[in-house]
């Protein structure tokens, strides 16, 4: 028969000796830890981090243990998510033997890569801005392409915006007119000033 206290108590002290500064017990009954996992740094130094808690089950590790992520750092959503079913596949394929080292290994694994994603997501939106800054430059430097179509709408919008100006001058001299008569507009309306100038000299 297993004994499956023994098999738990041998491991925890491994794990107390390979993983120094970063276990910690929680409690004893059940046995409940957490492990801090660190990635390799990236490019600018940067790291990915997560803290995982594991809770021996009764049977462990004839049966899984309970993990959980407690805490992260630079990890996004996806990122927390993969994690998840990386331990779920690992406890998966490990049961029967001991295997926290084997999970805290795959998660270690795992944080490696993202730190590698995080360095080429990095470098592709710097391309992508740069891609994008220089269609605002030749957008700049080319205007509008000038098509039938969007030469008819400018012309009809230059046309209303000209036929506006013209009716506001027309009412302006309207308006202006009422007060203030043109000099052919006084000849029009009184015949009698064709004449007035010469009658005035004669007299």
Avoid: C
């Avoid at 297993?2 to 017990?25: C, M």
């Avoid at 007119?177 to 010469?198: A, V």
Wanted: net charge negative; aromatic share 8%.
């Amino acid at each position: 028969m297993t004994d499956y206290s023994e098999e738990q108590r041998n491991e925890l002290e491994a794990l107390e000796s390979i993983y120094p500064d970063s276990f910690t017990v929680l409690s004893e009954k059940p046995t409940t830890f957490t492990i801090t996992v660190t990635s390799e740094a990236g490019e600018n130094d940067e790291t990915v981090q997560t803290t995982l808690k594991f809770t021996y089950r009764e049977k462990y590790p004839d049966e899984t243990p309970l993990y959980e992520i407690v805490s992260q750092e630079n990890l996004d959503g996806n990122d927390v998510t993969d994690i998840i079913k990386l331990l779920e596949q690992q406890a998966e394929e490990n049961l029967g033997m001991v295997m926290i080292f084997t999970l805290v290994s795959a998660v270690q694994e795992k944080l490696n890569e993202i730190v590698d994603q995080i360095k080429t997501r990095r470098e592709e939106e710097k391309k992508q801005k740069e891609r994008e800054a220089e269609e605002e430059e030749k957008q700049r430097f080319h205007g509008t392409p000038v098509t039938i179509e969007n030469f008819l709408n400018w012309k009809a919008k230059f046309d209303a915006e000209l036929l506006e100006i013209k009716r506001k001058k027309m009412k302006e001299e309207e308006q202006a007119g009422k007060n203030k008569l043109s000099g052919k507009q006084l000849f029009e309306m009184d015949h009698n000033l064709d004449t007035s100038d010469i009658q005035f000299l004669e007299e």
